[in-house]
């Protein structure tokens, strides 16, 4: 297939932050897009739909994550409330290696993200029906993950409770947020703790083509989380600690 002006900018852009596409790679974005605007006429994946805007605020947006850490040692990822598949799916597509599993509790999203992985030819993807507090609970999958993701779910009080069950100790969950982080993060740091989590890293970068900016808040999950968080499904967001 032969790569246009966008896909060559992208892939230079991802160049320069030590992100190689090959040419299978790039492939994959294109029919990513294609089948994402195809599915988002049955149901609703995105508001973002313009090539250039998909690219930059959903391909490349979600491999910031990968740019101020490498994951070539991550191996086990969650992403929680990943809905169109943001930021997993990019993640795996440009680090094959990652074993990904998928987490949102509507199933309709979830098929759109199978059919997906089918013609991406994306191995080690599963997905998972359900909501993460009652996943969080369980033992297959809690405290089983070098990295937990999550982009635009839940301020970070009430994500940090939804997401460092998943965490082994000496993991990471990674929350991407709007550039106006710090009161979110100054509320979550009583909830962080009491998680096991600490706030390793935080930072700012800005998209291209002016499209504004992302934080990405690193937290490495130093303890084990107390058995009683997550607490039921609704409670956090009711009552965040």
């Known amino acids: 297939m032969r790569h246009d002006d966008l896909e060559e900018r992208f892939a230079a852009r991802l160049k320069e932050q030590g992100i190689q596409l090959s040419a299978l790679q790039r492939d994959q974005f294109a029919r990513y897009y294609e089948l994402l605007v195809q599915w988002n006429k049955k149901m609703n994946l995105t508001a973002i739909t313009e090539r250039p805007d998909v690219y930059w605020k959903h ?12 994951v070539s ?22 680090f094959p290696h990652l074993q990904v599993t998928i987490v949102d509790s509507l199933n309709k999203r979830l098929t759109f993200l199978r059919e997906l992985c089918t ?17 969080g609970q369980d033992g297959d999958y809690r405290e089983a993950f070098d990295l937990v993701t999550a982009r635009a779910v839940a301020r970070l ?11 082994r100790v000496g993991g990471q ?20 703790a009491r998680l096991g989590g600490r706030v390793s890293n935080t930072q700012t970068l800005a998209l291209p083509e002016q ?14 989380t ?16």
């Open 211 to 224: 499209l504004g900016s992302r934080a990405i808040i690193t937290i490495t999950k130093e303890h084990v």
């Open 59 to 70: 391909f490349y947006d979600s491999l910031t994550l990968a740019f101020g850490q490498g």
């Open 157 to 167: 009080n009430v994500l940090s409770e939804y997401c460092l069950p998943f965490a």
């Open 73 to 94: 040692d991550v191996r086990y990822v969650i992403d929680v409330g990943s809905g169109a598949g943001f930021p997993s799916l990019p993640l795996k597509i440009a």
């Open 226 to 241: 107390p058995k009683k968080y997550p607490r039921q499904p609704g409670t956090p967001a009711k009552s965040p600690l």
């Open 173 to 192: 969950f990674v929350a991407m947020k709007a550039d106006a982080y710090e009161e979110e993060l100054h509320e979550a740091e009583r909830a962080i």
């Open 119 to 135: 013609e991406l030819l994306l191995s080690d993807v599963q997905t998972v029906h359900a909501r993460a507090e009652a996943l």
